[in-house]
């Protein structure tokens, strides 16, 4: 398997500009995830990466070997669509065995991998049947079947569970990581869904607008979000904002919130002017003694935590809370946060500020 680097990637269409100089690499035997919202790029990143698309400018290496110029076919890959492109008239056998056929492997030896990888997938007893009939879990499965039977370097994936069902896509994404987990491939997954970049990956980079806005293990990003966009994109509820007009850096660790002193993490970097605080709906507390205050306007029940909605002088926040706590919805209460898990943003370009406790994380953003 392998490791695979881009570097300054770009890619224009026409005066439109998809993909802005992106670099990072997906160390050997990672699971990948490339997660944005719909038209931030991902795919157009993917497909440079796979050789369906030639890049603008930049540069890709699979397995340290230079690959920008090189065709798909000459990449050694295996890319699973999200419309899995099956042959619907051959049989099962026929779909996995058809890559190697194609290579010109012997039958014997086509037959031999054909039947370890459907033992891998738990398809042995559908090898004989046409795929027209299958379910979209066993055509997914065929589909993933045709792809790893070649063992290729990598494996690019493009919202594979997309036309799945909710339960279902689940169940999938399971499958996807233990074989994943079990075959050790470097594979790129495209997806637009955070709650599966975060369960699934070893590694996300969050795009926006053509721009990686941050690249990380996922409780890194989740905690330490670089950018006002990536804070919003992950988590659900997303991480709340608290404008206010103030000053931080070295020696600050205050701020007013509309006339309320609240405790902030020290910011390496200091900043002045329009600001916001960034706060995670877990990590506000319902505390009455507390000075910044709120008026619940909804509360949410949701088997183990509630949502509460609160109306505050500097926005509107949503905490997370036990269940077992009651909230009178039309009543006052008073707001905590924990200072070491909040987040300094800079409003010019929505930039995190880097604080004792995130400067490692945003050094490698
Ligand atoms: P989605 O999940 O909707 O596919 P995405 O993040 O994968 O979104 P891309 O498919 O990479 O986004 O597209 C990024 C942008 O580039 C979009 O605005 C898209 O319209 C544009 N684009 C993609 N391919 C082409 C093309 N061949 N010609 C012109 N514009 C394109």
Not at 185 to 211: C, F, P, R, S, W
Not at 246 to 261: K, P, Q, S, T
Request: proline share 5%; charged share 25%; net charge negative.
């Amino acid at each position: 398997m392998a490791q695979i680097r881009i570097e300054n990637l770009r890619k224009e269409f026409g005066a439109f500009t998809a993909v802005q100089n992106s670099t990072f690499t997906i160390e050997d035997g990672e699971f990948f995830m490339l997660l944005g919202p719909s038209g931030c790029g991902k795919t157009t990143t993917l497909r440079m990466m796979a050789g369906l698309e030639l890049p603008t400018s930049g540069r890709i290496y699979i397995d340290g070997e230079e690959v920008s110029q090189k065709r798909a076919s000459q990449r050694d890959i295996a890319f699973v669509f999200q419309m899995f492109a099956l042959y619907p008239h051959m049989t099962v056998r026929g779909n996995i065995s058809y890559p190697l056929k194609s290579q010109g492997m012997p039958k014997a030896r086509v037959r031999e991998k054909v039947g370890e990888v459907a033992e891998i997938l738990g398809i042995t007893d559908i090898l004989d049947r046409p795929v027209g009939g299958l379910s979209g879990g066993d055509r997914q499965r065929v589909a993933l079947g045709r792809a790893i039977v070649r063992q290729p370097k990598a494996f690019f994936m493009d919202e594979p569970l997309g036309a799945l069902d909710a339960e279902f896509r689940e169940h999938m994404a399971e499958e996807l990581r233990a074989l994943h987990d079990r075959m050790e491939a470097t594979t790129v997954y495209v997806t637009h869904d955070q709650l599966e970049a975060m369960q699934m990956g070893d590694k996300i980079a969050v795009m926006n607008h053509g721009v990686v806005e941050q690249f990380g293990v996922p409780q890194d990003i989740y905690d330490w979000p670089a950018t006002k966009f990536v804070a919003q994109f992950i988590g659900s509820p997303p991480m709340n904002f608290l404008e206010f007009d103030g000053m931080i850096g070295a020696g600050h660790d205050e701020v007013r919130l509309n006339g309320v002193a609240v405790k902030v993490p020290e910011a390496i970097d200091g900043a002045s002017g329009k600001l916001t605080l960034g706060v995670r709906p877990e990590h506000v507390k319902l505390d009455d003694a507390a000075p910044y205050r709120g008026r619940i306007v909804a509360s949410e029940y949701l088997g183990t935590t509630r949502i509460v909605t609160l109306d505050t002088p500097g926005g509107v926040l949503k905490a997370r809370i036990p269940s077992s706590e009651a909230v009178v919805v039309g009543q006052t209460t008073g707001l905590s946060f924990d200072a070491r898990t909040l987040t300094l943003f800079e409003n010019t370009h929505g930039h995190a500020l880097r604080s004792h406790a995130n400067a490692g994380v945003l050094a490698h953003g």
